[in-house]
């Protein structure tokens, strides 16, 4: 079976050393092995994305010798494949209208200090689980803003055996989707979320090998679920180590030092870029 990687950045800000190790780690994995290798612009979130950010980007990536198979998919153009998933999710019941501000929550939490925690802090502490379908109704009716968050216990109950997924690095990993808790799939500014819209596109693109950073590792316990709901195939993961500055701390989106754009105007080469994030050419 061909291998299909991709690399999958965000219009929401110019790419940096980091991006730069995503973009060639994925495009080294497929075509090392003769695969295809594609580039996917997740740019649901409106309010976040721009543009010239994704004009900047393609640009940034070519300038650093990254090239990919054409066509390049654009989330923003894949809303209704995203509100098909939901409605299947929604249809058996997989997913409830969460109406808690995120100062509702941070509340939520405080008042119970034994409140489960996962990778990324507190989780979700299921407040609006247990609304009744009347009340869910009426607060809906009156306009009341809301999220559709997994109901990640009944998910998990539907499927009645344990899944797994295979990490190049890590080995066979057990799925966990509860560590991570009852995430929101999809908003109502933005009808779908990380996590549904890269598992739908993941499958829709073909891809047979995700490549992306170990802080996204979590990630793919969600991801695993949905595949299994939604019936989708399961790709092989390969999370890589992230971009690091001298003290190992990991290099952050926000420092603009690390922009590609502001390396190649301090003079350097898409080689330099290549040495600093240790996928030198040539090297393993
Ligand atoms: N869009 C995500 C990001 O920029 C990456 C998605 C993925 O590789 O799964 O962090």
Known sequence: MQVVSRFAPSPSGYLHLGHALAALFAERAARAVGG?????????????????????????????????????????????????????????????????TRADIRAE???SPSAPHGPDGALYPGTCRTLTEAERTERIQSGAPFAWRIDVARAVASIGHPLYWRDAAAGEMRSAPETLGDV????????????????????????????RGTDLFHATHMHRLLQELLGLPVPRYHHHGLVTDEEGIRLSTRDGATALRTLRQKGWTPQDVRRRIGLAEGAA
């Open 184 to 211: 929101v799939l999809a908003r109502k500014e933005v009808g779908t979320s990380y996590h549904l819209a890269v598992t739908v596109d993941d499958a829709f693109q073909g891809v047979t090998l995700v490549t």
């Open 36 to 100: 295809r290798f594609l580039l996917r612009i997740e740019d649901i979130d409106a309010a976040r994305c721009r543009a010239e950010y994704d004009a900047a980007l393609q640009e940034d990536l070519r300038w650093l010798g990254v090239a990919w198979d054409e066509p390049v998919l654009r989330q923003s153009t894949r809303l209704e494949a995203y509100e098909h998933a939901l409605a299947a999710l929604r249809e058996r019941a997989l997913v409830y209208p969460c109406f808690c």
């Open 109 to 111: 939490v405080a008042r």
